[in-house]
């Protein structure tokens, strides 16, 4: 867990020395290093995959005995313990190395993805994981990969999943204090890696994941918080423009189709091109324009029935989804027998370089994601 704070204990300043310990070993034994190929927003597809398992505990990607079933109970447990610290510093040393970003910028993937949950003292999560993230963006700033960091876990839980850190609880919609220590945590978060030292590393902050609405009432809680929360990644980014991803929340897309459609908004529509109802000269809707001779068409290739898609264009957008892979790798058993996304590669299922996995993927494409199933240990495809 994470513990959102300048000054570093005792504990955790030795856990950060070992790391870097680790990396020194780890470089004096590796090739040497060959960067990542780089991403910027629109100079080129963005190939991402999730370092999961890692800094947010999830019992299906560690592989904790059945008893444990959230982030929160297995802290409580610890606590009971001689040494509460001594199973997770052994995770957080050993789960996820320098040796394996070195891999993953070989293959060609370019961003990276890692989640944290905030936490008070009077909470019994274990406290280190922050400074271990701070060191794995250093690690990802030295080989030009991309990083994208998200609050996964809200205080007082926001969907009620385990990978919150709290199964069965939802009270971040109706606590003011829990939304502030979001906010808080967001803040820090901004001001950290938004300084010259992490070289605009950080490219993306997702303000929350996954929020679990059930009422219109939660659901405008949700839409609130997200325009505080853009506003405080606005004030503390020192003017880098870092960007601000927001969750649908199960709400579908249509509900946000108006939402904060504010000028410097960064969104991933641009239905408006040229301003709210004006149309575009594509295909001569912009009526204070030239018309084109020969205008283009849309029909087919947007919207949001992709019933109407062809089958190319279907084939087209499964080769750019199959490029943001869920889970470098995950725990079959227990931390000693992993899958990894690597192994595909070199099992030839993943094509790193074209951005496909055909020998895992239908043949009509329906199921366009790759995640790893924990209870059989193999790859599984989930439809988007």
Known sequence: MVKLSRGLTFAALLQLATAKLQLRLDHQASKPDKPAPGFGWGAGPMRGVNIGGWLVLEVSAVGEPDWVVDEWTYGIYQHMQADPMAEIRKHWNGWFKYTELQDIAAAGINTIHWSLIPLATNEPYLVGAYDYLKLAVTWASSLNLKVMVDLHGAPGGQN?????????????????????????????????????????????IEVINEPFPYTASESNVLKSFYQSAYGTVRANDGGRGIVVAIDEGFQGLQTWETFMQEPAANTDCAFWLNGRGRGARYDNTLNTSAALEYPGNCDGKTGSDPSKFTSEYVDFLAKSFETQTWVYEQAVCREDCLSKLMDLVGMGYVDMENGTSSGLVDANRDNLWLDTEPNFGKAAWYPL
């Not at 220590?181 to 950080?202: G, K």
């Open 160 to 204: 009620g999943f385990d990978n919150s850190g709290l199964r069965n609880v939802r009270q971040w919609f109706w606590n003011d204090t829990n939304i502030s220590r979001t906010l808080s945590a967001i803040q820090v978060l901004t001001s950290e890696f938004t300084q010259s030292f992490y070289n605009d590393t950080v490219v993306a």
